[in-house]
C-alpha cells in the first residue's frame, strides 16, 4: 500500500524562509499567496478526511489568536519548547 505525501514549503529564491522575524517577500504578494495556501490546505482528494498543517512555534504565535488553529486542517505546531 502505498501512500502520496505532499507539502507546500515558503521559501525566497535563495532557500530562505525569514530574518530578523520578518518574511523575505512583500506583504501585498502575501495575501495572493496566502489565499493559494489556505485553497490547497482545505481541500481533500478523500471526503471525509482533513489535511495537516504543520509549522513551528513562532509560526502559530504570528496567527491571530482569532484565527487559531487553522479551521477545518489538523494544526500540528512542532517546539523544542512548551
Not at 530578523?20 to 482545505?42: A, D, I, N, S, V
Not at 481533500?44 to 477545518?72: A, C, H, Y
Request: glycine share 8%; net charge positive; hydrophobic share 35%.
Amino acid at each position: 500500500m502505498s501512500r502520496t505525501l505532499n507539502g507546500i514549503v515558503a521559501v525566497c529564491p535563495d532557500m530562505g524562509i525569514g530574518r530578523k522575524g520578518h518574511l523575505p517577500w512583500h506583504p501585498k504578494k502575501l495575501r495572493k499567496e496566502l489565499k493559494y495556501f489556505q485553497k490547497m490546505t482545505m481541500t481533500t482528494t478523500v471526503q471525509g478526511r482533513e489535511n495537516v498543517v504543520i509549522m513551528g512555534r513562532k509560526t502559530w504565535f504570528s496567527i491571530p489568536e482569532s484565527n487559531r488553529p487553522l479551521p477545518d486542517r489538523i494544526n500540528i505546531v512542532l517546539s523544542r519548547n512548551l
